[in-house]
């Protein structure tokens, strides 16, 4: 079934939405442009069962077809050479999307990223994030909304060790979408493929996995 939301969102965010079967690389000015926490982010590629689009600097984009292509995997883990950034790698995340949050119960309010119970990870996805408390007012968990463009909005979501098996985490995760999806935007989540607790969360807040993926670059030394 056709997903406005998610279209508009691949489009904005990669250039180009979609792609006919196989490997494909596209322009896009996002790919040197700040994204939602100021970094710039020079790949990123989206795959389906049948096709995978990567986009890289517009100016790249004629020596990235050139590039051995076996695969979105293999092309991407090339990128770095190409962008004179050796010290990057490659990476593959699940990705999924909903317009269908499982209908769970609320976990969290959502406060101000600067408030002094939020988590030093979570600050940088202000201006609000979603926290679930104890009785005392203290962090159990909570979930970040990276704004990657008007139509897309990447949920991220962390549990501290002692609240875990509440069912927090898949609580949270649902209830921040059904927010993305009422400020008119796509909810998406990702999380590397042998992640199999995130993949439950996913899963539990009406996250499906319809084979999709997602590649990057990190830096390797971790900064």
């Known amino acids: 079934m056709f997903d406005r ?3 508009l ?4 965010w990669l250039g180009q939405w979609p792609a006919g079967p196989g490997l494909h690389v596209v322009g896009s000015r996002q790919r040197t442009r700040p994204g939602w926490d100021g970094q710039v982010r020079p790949v990123v590629g989206v795959g389906t069962p049948t096709s995978t689009l990567v986009s890289v600097p517009v100016r790249l984009v004629s020596a990235a ?31 999924r999307s909903t317009r269908a949050p499982a209908p769970l119960p609320d976990a ?7 408030d002094p119970v939020v988590p030093g990870w979570l600050r940088p996805f202000g201006p609000e994030v979603l926290l679930a408390r104890d009785d005392e007012g203290g962090y159990l968990a909570g979930v970040g909304v990276k704004r990657h463009d008007r139509y897309g ?19 949270l995760v649902a ?20 992640n199999v607790a995130s ?15 997602m590649y990057g670059l990190f830096k390797a030394d971790g900064e």
């Open 153 to 171: 909005r990447e949920l991220a979501v962390g549990t501290d060790p002692a609240a875990e098996g509440r069912g927090l985490a898949r609580r």
């Open 5 to 7: 939301r998610l279209f």
């Open 65 to 95: 077809r050139l590039l051995p292509a076996g695969s979105p995997a293999k092309l991407v883990g090339a990128l770095p050479k190409l962008l004179e950034r050796p010290d990057w790698q490659g990476f593959r995340a699940v990705f």
């Open 9 to 12: 969102h691949l489009v904005t």
């Open 108 to 114: 969290g309010e959502w406060v101000r990223a600067d």
């Open 199 to 213: 993949a439950r969360v996913a899963e539990a807040a009406g996250f499906a996995d319809r084979g999709w993926s």
């Open 175 to 194: 209830q921040a979408a059904r927010r993305v999806l009422d400020e008119g935007a796509v909810p998406t989540y990702l999380h590397a493929p042998d």
